[in-house]
DNA sequence: AATAACATCCCTGTTTTCAGGGATATCTTT
DNA sequence: AAAGATATCCCTGAAAACAGGGATGTTATT
């Protein structure tokens, strides 16, 4: 019989207690360690993991102190063995891309069926990969939109403006501010407008938000 | 020895779980029923509710087919004896204020201690009302913002014509669109920035996003 | 019946944005 | 060394937005 030696990290307390009863009707599968933020878990892995490894931390996304995304970093560059599942209620694409790319070894949304868990946890325990379909959709979702990329070319100054005129200040006002010349901001303004492909302050605004350039 | 009967209703169903485990630690309370949509919670209770009571019904917000608001409001006009206690991830003033003004028994968030559920369940089933602290934040929060109120203020038309403002159209665009005259929606732009409160576009744009009128 | 809110339209004048051109200097990457 | 991206600045003219007045008829509400 194997035996499997795994971590829960979610600081909602309801929420480990299902995943818990759960993994208890497994018996190969040892709960060594519950917490309610990333930090412990990596406190635990740095100082235990060498003694008696760890096969799998199964982790949320937000969570204080030590997030999953960064969980996740943590784990993959010190702790090679240990696998990684990350189960969220949220998932932007973003979050996704950040994950696959620093290898994590599964995503299963909160709402997914237990027995979509129970596969998951398996699937990575066997060494495979494991995403559902709906990460896998935000994945790609997020890949095939040009928006993620659009963002991302923008510069640190373009940024900047781009955060003050969604704050409803007029160039002249953003000129003062950044001690620069009106055209410049001007120049801005209309760079981001092409580079956006939008047409005017309406389109601007709501790429910031998107950003999170502005609160609301 | 008391003896309560609760339906509990979440369509996700490891969180589902986690009510159940925590719940089963209590010999007095009994699970009649667990959904994944308010429906069959609708129609279990108009069935059977007359024969046997129901003393609580747990509910998520959101759900597919009936949601925890409307299932609430359900319970509330022809279940008068069933308490209702909302637990649910997201809390905006809106939901709480709406459930609250249907007489909901209670609402406590997802990342809640599993004592504080407990105490929650019991003080319903006594006949108390109970809220989160943080449950009762949000609703002071949306009461004494004006936010809620302006956004209120609004009337059918203003509201369209912002949502099409925030998709990028000019003034002679939305008129054409709706068959007015341009000097109309110069009047409701005018309007809707004094309304509001803000100084252009931008703000507006922001306004439209929060109030549900574009996509993003 | 009166008041308030809503929807519609009009005018004038100023400010701002938008579109379309350029220019120059720096810094990084190839 | 050349190419490309970045940051800065300038100009013109048209289109749009903004500010500030007013007006009229309809529909609710009291």
């Not at 207690?17 to 412990?40: M, R």
């Not at 990350?86 to 909160?110: A, F, I, R």
């Amino acid at each position: 019989m194997k035996n499997y030696r795994l971590i829960i990290a979610d600081d909602h307390k309801m929420f480990l207690d299902g995943l818990l009863s759960i993994l208890e009707s497994k018996k190969e599968y040892e709960i060594v360690l519950t917490a309610n933020n990333g930090k412990n878990v990596a406190k635990y892995l740095d100082i235990n993991n060498s003694k008696e490894p760890i096969d799998l931390v199964i982790t949320d996304v937000n969570m204080p102190d030590l997030n999953g995304i960064e969980l996740n970093k943590h784990i993959k560059s010190n702790h090679s063995k240990t696998k990684t599942l990350v189960v969220s209620m949220l998932h932007d694409s973003m979050t996704v891309q950040t994950l696959t790319k620093d290898n994590v070894d599964g995503y299963v949304p909160k709402n997914a069926e237990k027995e979509e868990l129970l596969e998951a946890i398996e699937s990575i325990l066997k060494g495979e990969k494991y995403f559902s379909q709906s990460i896998k959709d935000v994945y790609l979702k997020g890949m095939f939109s040009n928006e993620q990329t659009l963002i991302e070319s923008l510069s640190k100054r373009e940024k900047e403006v781009l955060k003050l005129i969604a704050q409803e200040h007029t160039t002249q006002e953003i000129a003062d501010k950044l001690f620069l010349s009106k055209h410049t901001i001007e120049s801005y303004r209309k760079n981001l407008i092409s580079k956006l492909e939008v047409r005017n302050l309406a389109g601007l605004t709501k790429y910031a938000i998107k950003l999170g350039l502005v609160d609301d």
